[in-house]
Nanobody, 122 residues
Framework: QVQLVESGGGLVQPGGSLTLSCAAS????????MGWYRQAPGKQRELVAL???????KYTDSVKGRFTISRDNAKNTMYLQMNSLSPEDTAVYYC????????????????WGQGTQVTVSS
């Protein structure tokens, strides 16, 4: 089994920055793709960014140019650097891990973290 623990959420003003971290433990050799999803109040969970073990990266259009996903394999940790934040980015952000990229996109056989709240407000 894989365990995921997110950190780094909080309250930030519009235009500000935050960095989220996701530490993986357990059967980490089974992880071939990791990503970030978010869920705003009253909305469905949506993909933010994905990164595969081969280095393939995908962003949802609304965060391109503002968010950067990265992975430190030595630390078994994934990051999401978020810049130029707007109130529309307010959501609970979830770390996700899967055995392959497609499964992660389809949210099949995916392990989830507990979520971390990001609030963008003045």
């Amino acid at each position: 089994q894989v365990q995921l623990v997110e950190s780094g959420g909080g309250l930030v003003q519009p235009g500000g920055s935050l960095t989220l971290s996701c530490a993986a433990s357990g059967s980490i050799t089974s992880i071939n793709a990791m990503g970030w999803y978010r869920q705003a109040p009253g909305k469905q969970r949506e993909l933010v960014a994905l990164i595969s073990s081969g280095g393939t990266i995908k962003y949802t259009d609304s965060v391109k140019g503002r968010f950067t996903i990265s992975r430190d394999n030595a630390k078994n940790t994934m990051y999401l650097q978020m810049n130029s934040l707007s109130p529309e980015d307010t959501a609970v952000y979830y770390c996700a891990a899967g055995d392959n990229y497609l499964h992660l996109i389809l949210q099949i056989q995916t392990t989830w973290g507990q979520g971390t709240q990001v609030t963008v407000s003045s």
